[in-house]
Every structure is written in structure tokens, then in C-alpha cells.
């Protein structure tokens, strides 16, 4: 007996020894790249939008050969991650001829945002909560949007303003129908109890009523059969343009109905952002370059799995890497601590809450990638090109470890982390320390 007892105490010991070598060289490894990072990161002097770019100039180099930056942002309510996208939308624009801003909301909805910032027409907080979503209802996209309107008064070539999401129907039928009475109203006064259908947001949303599904894909196929007489009835222009806004109820429609998971409809949604960002760049010409902002998920160059139930989401950032290759540059963001503007469902799980709330998020959990980069600097831009030449470095960025992320909901402290390979889903990340909640208009 005494002997299986020395055993055991010795097994017990060996185990405690190896896991204490573990973690020290864990800290080993940690620390050095801690070290090496702290040479290699850009150091950025504010999120705001000012006019001094000398801190992002290195920027320049990075990105001069592509055709999209991809903006994420680790939670949908945070102020600095606002700041920080205007800013570097006027860095791109400004000195690096950008012309084409894209942002996750619905793209007909998102039309008069355009007509504000291109001839400003209406005010601006009115049109950014005429985009549907309250993530966007903030002082921080205002801000940038006024911004636009501002550069745009002073500037020949101008910078447009675009929505590339699909989750809404309502506006793009409106749009449909209105250029159906200009180019062919007899066509229109036909199809319009069709088009009607999909103006309700409840009958989309609800499974109550059977949907036209297939009549919009005719009404689809008759734009094409007469383009050349509504061409000649409007412009080239307007004929895509509201082509597209039919595109939208198509998408929207396939989006919402049929018997799939939620899986499969998440990834359809990243499917159609992707494409509708492909047509902006084709409709806007060769020589358009956009800055697409989104959430972290969706700009992600890998697909994940959602809700660990085995089923992988293609997402958004994915799509367009099969589509430009190289052409894509997408930033990730991270952060440590601080509050955070959502619904907040920690409190009544699986109680339905439309209540918005400063959410608070404490100091990351050690081992974390924001963990790890709070010791390097409280605000800094890393491209990981640049960086995994290093072998501390690259097990960092190449290997599972746990990010911050927080979409619209907030649902606890603990589902505040999910596991990714940073140098998988994106090119470069922008690190902030500590953050506040977005402000809501």
C-alpha cells in the first residue's frame, strides 16, 4: 500500500513538473513575441479623425496595390471602433484615392445617405436612422457621414456612400416601383400587388404567408428581355441601379424563407454582401477602390462555426477573397476592456430584450490575444505580413487563441470570447486597449 502511494505521489509530481515547464515556456514564448512585436507595430496617435496623417503613412505601402479595405470591429457598440474607421476612411480617400465608402446595412435603405453626402439632400442624422440598423444610429457615423457631405462640397471627384447588406425589402420595392412608372407603367400597375407583398417587413419575417418568390425572379427577367427601351426611357445608370434594388427583394427573399438552419442563412447573407459589393465595384467603374466597414465576423477570410453545432458559415471577407485575391487587405480589431453599447441579454437568458444598455467588458483573460497585446501598446496597427517571419510571432498569430467579440447582443462576460487564427481571417488588426459605448442619436 505504502508503495502505490509513493507511486502516485511521484506520478502527481512528474505531472505538476511538466505542466509548471509548460506554462513557463508558454510565458517564454509569450514574452518574446511581446518583445518582437513592440518593434514592428505601427503606433497610432489617436482614433479621431484629424488631419495629421504621419502615423498612418506606413499604411501607404501596405495597402497601395488594393481595391477593398476590409474594416471589422470586435463589437457592434463601440465608440473608438467608429472613430477609428472615419479616420482611416479620410486617410484612404485623402491619400489614397478612395472614392467608394461600404457599410453593413441594407443598400436601398443606404441611397439616401448617398443623396446627403453627393447633394445633401435631408439631414444627416435623419438619413443614417433611415438605414434601419440602431448599431449605426450613433454620433460617430453621423459624424463621418457629415464629414463626407464636407469633403464632397470641396472636392471634383467625389466619395459615395453605399449599404451592401439585405436584410430588408421595405425601401427596394418603392424604388422598383417608382422607375417601373417612369420606364413601363403598364408592366408596373401588373405587378405591383406582387411587389406590395414584400413591402411589409411582417409578412417577410413571418412564415403566416406564401410569398411570390418566383414572380420576382419573371419581373427580374423581364427588366432584361426590355433593357434596351428602359435604358432609352431613363439611363444606363438608373436601369442597373434599380435592377439591383430587385436584386435586394430577391435576396432578401431567399434570405428569409425556406426550411434552412441558421447556418445556411448566415450564410447565404455573407454570400449576397459579398456579391453586392462585387456589383458596387463594377457599377462605380474600374477605378474604384472601397473601404467596407462590418463586423469582424463577417469580414473574416475563414469560415467559422456558429454555435458549435458542426456547421461552418462562409462569411463575407471569404467570398471576396475568392473573388480578388491579393486586392483584399482585411483589418481586424481587438480590444482588452471597457463598456460597450447593446442589447444586453447576460442578465434573462433566452428572454427576448430589445433594451439597449451600456454593457461592461473587465480586463482580458490572461493567455487571450488582447491579453497578449496589452503588453505591447494601448493602440497600434500590426500587419502580419510584416511579422511571421518570426517564430515567436507566428505561433502567436497562427495558432487558435481566443479574441473579444460582441455583435449586437451582449450575453455575459464569458461568451464575450470566441477561438480564431488571427493571421487566417485577417491581413492586419488594430489594437485598442481600452474602449467606451458608441453614442446613440
Not at 43 to 59: Q, R, S
Not at 123 to 135: L, N, R, S
Not at 360 to 385: E, M, N
Not at 389 to 400: A, D, L
Amino acid at each position: 500500500m505504502k508503495k502505490i502511494v509513493i507511486i502516485i505521489g511521484c506520478a502527481l509530481l512528474l505531472i505538476l513538473g511538466v505542466f509548471t515547464i509548460n506554462s513557463r515556456y508558454e510565458k517564454y514564448e509569450e514574452n518574446k513575441a511581446v518583445a518582437v512585436l513592440k518593434n514592428k507595430i505601427v503606433k497610432i496617435k489617436t482614433v479621431k479623425a484629424e488631419n495629421d496623417f504621419k502615423d498612418l503613412m506606413p499604411l501607404k505601402n501596405i495597402l497601395k496595390d488594393k481595391k477593398i479595405v476590409a474594416m471589422g470591429e470586435a463589437t457592434h457598440g463601440t465608440k473608438e471602433f467608429f472613430q477609428m474607421k472615419h479616420r482611416m476612411l479620410k486617410f484612404l480617400v485623402e491619400k489614397m484615392d478612395y472614392n467608394v465608402f461600404g457599410i453593413e446595412a441594407c443598400m436601398s435603405e443606404c441611397m439616401a445617405v448617398n443623396d446627403y453626402v453627393l447633394y445633401g439632400k435631408g439631414e444627416a442624422e435623419q438619413v443614417v436612422k433611415k438605414m434601419g440598423f440602431w448599431t449605426w444610429d450613433t454620433k460617430e457615423v453621423v459624424d463621418m457621414v457629415k464629414w463626407m457631405r464636407e469633403y464632397n462640397e470641396n472636392h471634383t471627384k467625389k466619395v459615395k456612400f453605399y449599404g451592401f447588406d439585405m436584410q430588408s425589402s421595405c425601401t427596394a420595392v418603392e424604388k422598383v416601383q417608382a422607375y417601373l412608372k417612369k420606364v413601363d407603367k403598364e408592366y408596373e400597375n401588373k405587378v405591383d400587388s406582387i411587389l406590395l407583398e414584400f413591402k411589409d417587413p411582417k409578412t417577410l419575417h413571418g412564415n403566416n404567408k406564401k410569398l411570390h418568390g418566383n414572380e420576382v425572379k419573371k419581373i427580374m427577367c423581364m427588366f432584361e428581355k426590355n433593357k434596351n427601351e428602359y435604358i432609352s426611357k431613363s439611363s444606363k445608370e438608373e436601369y442597373e441601379l434599380y435592377k439591383q434594388n430587385l436584386k435586394i427583394i430577391d435576396e432578401a427573399y431567399d434570405f428569409f424563407k425556406g426550411n434552412q438552419s441558421n447556418s445556411q442563412m448566415q450564410t447565404k447573407r455573407d454570400k449576397y454582401m459579398a456579391e453586392n459589393i462585387k456589383w458596387i465595384l463594377n457599377f462605380e467603374g474600374q477605378d474604384t477602390k472601397i473601404m467596407v466597414w462590418a463586423h469582424n465576423w463577417h469580414v473574416s477570410k475563414v469560415a467559422d462555426n456558429i454555435n458549435n453545432i458542426g456547421e461552418n458559415v462562409k462569411r463575407m471577407g471569404s467570398n471576396l477573397y475568392d473573388m480578388y485575391k491579393d486586392k483584399l487587405y482585411v483589418i481586424g480589431f481587438q480590444f482588452s476592456e471597457g463598456t460597450v453599447t447593446a442589447v444586453d441579454k447576460s442578465i434573462n437568458r433566452g428572454e427576448e430584450s430589445v433594451m439597449l444598455k451600456k454593457c461592461t467588458l473587465h480586463a482580458a483573460k490572461k493567455g487571450s490575444i488582447p491579453y497578449i497585446l496589452s503588453k505591447v501598446d494601448p493602440l497600434f496597427f500590426i500587419d502580419f505580413k510584416s511579422v511571421n517571419t518570426n517564430k515567436y510571432v507566428k505561433e502567436f498569430i497562427s495558432t487558435p487563441k481566443t479574441c473579444r467579440y460582441v455583435d449586437a447582443n451582449f450575453n455575459g462576460e464569458d461568451e464575450s470570447y470566441e477561438t480564431n487564427i488571427l493571421d487566417q481571417c485577417y491581413d492586419g488588426l488594430i489594437y485598442i486597449d481600452k474602449i467606451s459605448n458608441s453614442e446613440l442619436i
